[in-house]
């Protein structure tokens, strides 16, 4: 079945440094590639997505490239701000279900 | 426009008792899920609603596990008898019917 493989947390970084998270995915076809991302007392948040290979789903200075060679979809930002502290969910659906299957998720703390 | 509302944010019970969770979705969206996000996991599908028909609900533990949505607006899930292992933060998302899915800020269970 769909799985997604996630980076294991914690995660503490300073403000301004380079941030990844690895996620990778095992899945039937071709899938939709997602990252979520809960603020502390808040829900689950689209943070950027991607829907073919080669996609770029980039938001809020965050992005991630749909790789189907190495079947990843890491997630980048190149200056974390304290604001970014949060947990990060990388999440698919595969075609013709609607279905979100996530990762584990990875708590990331930016410190000052 | 209004989010996912989901109520009641807080829920404690002890094991043996019943407790029910409401959603009501995005105005408009036709699709609506429930998820389970067991403490240090990610949420995983518990039941799937398009309109008022169930499309999946091969994950839900039917023993003791139920959902509705009668009129294909707002959905009730229901839990009888709770057991420890229930433990955990329900989600309510709803979609319009593609990729992407709006979650609401979850109910938070405890059981004792």
């Known amino acids: 079945g769909d799985s997604v493989t996630q980076m294991e947390g914690p995660v503490t970084l300073s403000e301004e440094a380079f941030l990844t998270i690895n996620c990778t995915y095992t899945?039937?076809?071709?899938?939709?590639l997602f990252w979520y991302v809960q603020y502390p007392g808040e829900g689950l948040q689209l943070l950027l997505k991607?829907?073919?290979?080669?996609d770029k789903g980039s938001n809020k200075g965050f992005e991630a490239t749909y790789r189907k060679e190495t079947t990843s979809f890491h997630l980048e930002k190149g200056s974390v701000q304290v604001s970014d502290s949060a947990v990060y969910f990388c999440?698919?659906?595969?075609?013709?279900?609607?279905?979100?299957?996530f990762g584990t998720g990875t708590r990331l703390t930016i410190i000052p | 426009e209004a989010g996912v509302a989901q109520s009641p944010r807080y829920k404690i019970i002890e094991k043996r008792q019943s407790v029910a969770f409401w959603c009501n979705p995005i105005?408009?969206?036709?699709?609506l899920y429930w998820y389970q996000q067991i403490l240090g996991q990610g949420p995983k599908l518990l039941i799937q609603?398009?309109?008022?028909?169930?499309?999946?609900d091969s994950q839900l533990p039917k023993d003791r596990f139920s959902a509705e949505r009668l009129k294909g607006v707002d959905s009730t899930l229901k839990i009888q008898p709770a057991k420890l292992e229930d433990s955990a933060v329900y989600l309510c998302a709803s979609s319009l019917g593609g990729d992407t899915q709006y979650f609401g800020p979850g109910t938070r269970l405890t059981v004792l």
């Open positions: 899945a039937t076809g071709y899938p939709s």
């Open positions: 999440a698919l659906t595969s075609f013709g279900n609607e279905k979100l299957t």
């Open positions: 105005s408009g969206h036709a699709t």
């Open positions: 609603f398009q309109n008022n028909g169930v499309v999946d």
């Open positions: 991607a829907t073919k290979a080669d």
